[in-house]
T-cell receptor, first 114, second 117 residues
Framework: AQSVTQPDIHITVSEGASLELRCNYS??????LFWYVQSPGQGLQLLLK??????LVQGIKGFEAEFKRSQSSFNLRKPSVHWSDAAEYFC????????????FGAGTRLAVHP | ETGVTQSPTHLIKTRGQQVTLRCSSQ?????VSWYQQALGQGPQFIFQ???????GRGNFPPRFSGLQFPNYSSELNVNALELDDSALYLC????????????????FGPGTRLTVL
């Protein structure tokens, strides 16, 4: 079955510290890969996406993610976290071809200490 | 450029009632997808509309239905509401090419919070 796993429900980091949020997927073939962020009362905002090519993807707000086919992973990283990064982060996959159905993980809630 | 808007923002209904949620897609977008996000969970795909036709459906019963209008706005209808239908309902729009949707970036609205008592 197609699924996305985000092993960490909550993560707390200090402002200025580095961040890595984990994402593993189970899919028949390499899907499209996405990271979204959701702030309270807001919709989902796309941080970055991987379709093909370079496995290190740069996104908005200083985020990057690395696709590792051998590990079926797409981990999100940021070298220095800002207090405004506190939010819920969702990893998602979508099938190549066909309709654009996103399958989301359960999310990781990030708290940032000053 | 106007983003994706949804109405109403919040809604309270009782079990057995029917509800209609509305979504205006981003200007120029022709595809609308609906997702249900229960508290503490990730969004789950309900269905997608492309060129006014349902174009894929998730694991939701038939009492969840939808429409897409010629201006690409959309409605989500839920009949016979159950307590478990309480959730944030998200609408996302995208621009699909001539070959149909596939990997297109989806832009999400702020959602409608539905509470079923």
């Amino acid at each position: 079955a197609q699924s996305v796993t985000q092993p960490d429900i909550h993560i707390t980091v200090s402002e200025g510290a580095s961040l890595e949020l984990r994402c593993n997927y189970s899919y028949g073939a390499t899907p499209y890969l996405f990271w979204y962020v959701q702030s309270p009362g807001q919709g989902l905002q796309l941080l970055l996406k991987y379709f093909s090519g370079d496995t290190l993807v740069q996104g908005i707000k200083g985020f990057e993610a690395e696709f590792k086919r051998s590990q079926s992973s797409f981990n999100l990283r940021k070298p220095s976290v800002h207090w405004s990064d506190a939010a819920e982060y969702f990893c998602a996959v979508a099938p190549r071809g066909g309709y654009n159905k996103l399958i989301f993980g359960a999310g990781t809630r990030l708290a940032v200490h000053p | 450029e106007t983003g994706v808007t949804q109405s109403p923002t919040h809604l309270i209904k009782t079990r057995g009632q029917q509800v209609t949620l509305r979504c205006s897609s981003q200007s120029g977008h022709n595809t609308v997808s609906w997702y249900q996000q229960a508290l503490g969970q990730g969004p789950q795909f309900i269905f997608q509309y492309y060129r006014e036709e349902e174009n894929g459906r998730g694991n939701f019963p038939p009492r969840f239905s939808g429409l897409q209008f010629p201006n690409y706005s959309s409605e989500l209808n839920v009949n016979a509401l159950e307590l478990d239908d309480s959730a944030l309902y998200l609408c996302a729009s995208s621009l699909s090419g001539a070959s149909g949707p596939g990997g297109d970036e989806q832009f999400f609205g702020p959602g409608t919070r539905l509470t079923v008592l």
